[in-house]
């Protein structure tokens, strides 16, 4: 069979969607199919004169519970009054979010977790040190993104993300008021990779991207020339928008009404098929054959950390950049880059640069070497360098 084709290219799309959903459902029984995602704390019944240990009874919390919210050092606390904590509003408000915290504690897979920041390190670590030899081919690439997903998504599930850390820390704020400090320190952690080297995390890390990259990528030729139908490169300007006004619908909606309007079609439930519904499934059998004619959908029109990844990626201390001295206007770069990005850094285009994903495509097709990933500051091409302008 010829190295691209449409049938090996629908082949490989079939195999890849069905391996990933049925190692997942193995992968989520051998842990154990711990539930991930918060209990949400039901309406509370306080009444006035109600004492601890009575407001217990009633809304079925143990002592060890009731010690933990009110901070109760023995049994006669107990028979405090509840109003000694506050108006009904305040004490509510303080068991919600105690209630909440604990959910968030207690579903969490805390072997799971620091497995899997390890192995984002060593792999990330890995990933730049390999590309930094500037001996990247599209099989290699290819490679490295099935070797990501499988790991981080199928072997180590759907949580953590990074999309994750973003959307979940804002809805548990919008609902009960409350921070969850681990999370907060793993968005630090994924905005930390950020700040030192572009979107590292979205390009070799994330679960969901390095799988929406692979299926680009499997409809495409070395040349890349798309194998079935065309591959749109959609306008920066349209797509932010779009994230943009999605984000701002997903908070909104979150402290207005406390839904969390991404789950039903949050396309990480790839790795937690059980969990997909048939909303999340539909979604994600839409998404994935987008992935085939557009980059990266999900990254670029949906996803929370994408945009705040994009905003932060303004200030990374390393990232692509071209040196005009060498470079001979040739604008492979740019026609290979698979997004608009590297065609609005050649048109000196300061502000609007979009998201560059680290993905290297242009560097390995680049005829004299001038794109850098380096702390090199961007600079502009000098008037006239492109006789006329990139793609
Ligand atoms: S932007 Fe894409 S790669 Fe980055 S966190 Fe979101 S889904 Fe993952
Ligand atoms: S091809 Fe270059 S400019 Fe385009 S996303 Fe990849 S690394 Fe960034």
Redesign the pocket.
Known sequence: MAKHSPLKTAASFIFIIVLVIGLSTVSNRIWGGRPEASAKPGELVIEPGMTIARFGQVNELPDPVLKEIFGLENKADLQKELQAYGSTGQIAALVKGKLALAAEHAGKNWIKIPIKFGLWFAFLASVFILMARRKVTPGLRNGVLFASFMLFGVILGADPSPMGTVKDAIHLYATSHVIFPPRMIALVVFLAIVLLANKYICAWGCQAGTLQDLLFRLNRTDQAKAVIGRQIKLPFALTNTIRCAFFLLFTLVAFSSGLDIIDPIDPFKIYKPADLGLSGALFAGMLSLACLFVYRPWCHLFCPFGLVGWLMEKTSLVR?SVDYESCIACGK?AA????T??GA?LKRDRKTIPD????????EVCPTAA?RFSTRRRTLPPAGHFGKSPQ
């Open positions: 692509i770069c290979a880059c698979p997004s990005v590297m850094i560059c994903f680290a993905c290297y495509t242009c560097r794109i």
